[in-house]
């Protein structure tokens, strides 16, 4: 069964550790992510990017599918489905077809604007019982076309925002999404340490986990972070296995290029990758 994140990032952040959002792209990753959560006793977030519920056939579809597999895996940790960076009619869709958690990003509108929005989803959200993140401050890079420019939030609209009663604040701190480059100046603790000051025991947000370096993650929990969002880095560990498997010419040996077999090494470098960050974010026997 499918739960609110209001709970599990509230108990992260009085534990001083996080909850990993890992982003599903098929079924192969839902099922990685759902079995290396309950191996290792934490909760765990499913993100589902509005790109990615086009590529799986609809919200609907990856509903049915989630609470499938929770029912026939015995998963009994924790598990929210969460929209990652949703549109304000992305938000909607995903509270009727049965999310338990959505993020509306409206970093890219007016504050007036942003806060307006948030109001009116808050509310459809509470009704229902869902978790709700919002964002301040866009994160930099690309994802499904959402292109951000990285900047850093002001803690003023950070507090606006948090007042709204959304249950996590997505805050840029000059993360971003994708592969850092080599000339990425690194997290803005001194802006993380005023916006935490700020919205209070609110739960934050670290978008753009890949690459960013283990000691900046455990000093950015230390600063109010609860939950940290992975996808790339699965990605690049589900293309990595997939290739070395092919390019060994396994799927020209007996039945090798059976799906079942062509997509086994992804799915396990997946489960290593999440077991990885769950340590290092400190959520393992947390559930």
């Not at 909760?43 to 799986?56: F, T």
């Not at 000093?219 to 972070?225: D, E, F, T, Y």
């Not at 799927?251 to 960050?277: Q, S």
Request: hydrophobic share 40%.
């Amino acid at each position: 069964m499918l739960v609110s994140a209001k709970e599990m990032l509230n108990k992260a952040r009085e534990g001083k550790y996080a909850v990993g959002q890992f982003n599903i792209n098929n079924l192969e990753w839902t099922k990685a992510i759902l079995l290396t959560a309950q191996e290792n006793n934490s909760p765990v977030i499913l993100g589902v990017s509005e790109g990615a519920g086009k590529y799986m056939g609809g919200y609907h579809a990856i509903v049915g599918m989630v609470n499938g597999l929770i029912e026939d895996l015995g998963i009994t940790v924790p598990v929210a489905l969460h929209l990652d960076h949703g549109s304000y009619e992305g938000a909607k869709k995903c509270i009727e077809a049965g999310f338990s958690s959505i993020m509306f990003d409206g970093s890219h509108y007016p504050i007036a604007e942003n806060i307006e929005k948030t109001t009116e989803l808050v509310k459809e959200a509470a009704a229902k019982g869902l978790s709700l993140e919002a964002e301040v401050g866009s994160i930099g890079g690309e994802e499904d076309g959402v292109v951000g420019a990285g900047e850093v939030a002001d803690p003023k609209e950070c507090k606006q925002i948090a007042d709204l009663n959304v249950t996590m604040l997505a805050a840029g701190i000059g993360n971003i999404h994708g592969k850092y480059p080599e000339n990425w100046a690194g997290l803005d603790f001194e802006a993380l340490a005023k916006i935490n000051e700020a919205v209070g025991n609110m739960p934050l947000v670290l978008h753009g986990g890949t690459g960013i370096p283990d000691d900046m993650i455990a000093k950015a929990i230390s600063l109010g972070v609860a939950k940290i969002n992975v996808n790339t880095e699965c990605q690049l560990v589900f293309a990595e296995a997939t290739r070395k498997y092919i390019e060994a010419g396994k799927d020209l040996e007996g039945k090798g290029f059976d799906p079942r077999k062509l997509l086994a090494p992804g799915f396990e470098a997946i489960k290593a990758k999440v077991k990885e960050k769950m340590e290092l974010f400190g959520s393992v026997n947390r559930a």
